[in-house]
């Protein structure tokens, strides 16, 4: 694929093209799921400008897991935004394998990790602020892509990979933290603005 030229002008009036060349409103939610998915794409883009304070050995690991998600969300997006009966040959869609392939990325952290006894504010670290950013807007594509699959067919095993994904991306905000020995930020419920006793009126 070539881009030779940037601005097309044939959004002008508020419609983009999908990839069967039909037209439809730029704020229609087939758009809202695979833009909140090129979203996700950036900010694991930005994680992975950010490993560089963790062991030299996890730093290539992380990086190389969070390179195949990027492709593997590129991918994704293309699926959205290609309705089901315009799918060309050779297509590449997330299928069960791939979503296996997250779940033996999330066990592998999983194990060195100590059982969770209470919950964990982003913090710490900025690698760790970035993941739970990345979670974060993981979980909103999914809702959208929820909504969509109640309006549109679409491929069964987006949603699974999506809810999966949100996991790998908060067990390796937990995974970033221990690789550097920084104590994980927990919810302290006592501990909002009517603890601060330092304000004056």
Known sequence: MRI????????????????DGSRISKD????????????????IGICRQNILNIPSKEQ?????????????LFNLGAD????????WEKMIVINEFDIKQLEKIID????????????????????????????????????????LSKEKEINPQIIPYINRLSDLLFVLSRWVQKLVNIKEVTWDKNMGVRALNNLKD
Do not use: M
């Open 4 to 19: 030779v030229k940037v601005y097309t002008k044939t959004g002008d009036k508020g419609t983009t093209g999908l990839a």
């Open 28 to 43: 229609d939610l087939r758009i809202e799921s695979y833009g909140t998915v090129d979203e996700l794409n950036s900010i």
């Open 60 to 72: 290539k690991l992380l990086d190389t897991w969070l390179f195949a998600i990027q492709n593997d």
């Open 80 to 87: 959205l935004a290609t309705p089901l009966s315009s799918r």
């Open 108 to 147: 592998l952290c999983q194990n060195l990790l100590e059982p969770l006894h209470e919950f964990v504010l982003p913090g710490g670290t900025l690698l760790n602020s970035y993941l739970h950013l990345a979670r974060t807007i993981c979980r909103r594509s999914e809702r959208l892509i929820v909504s």
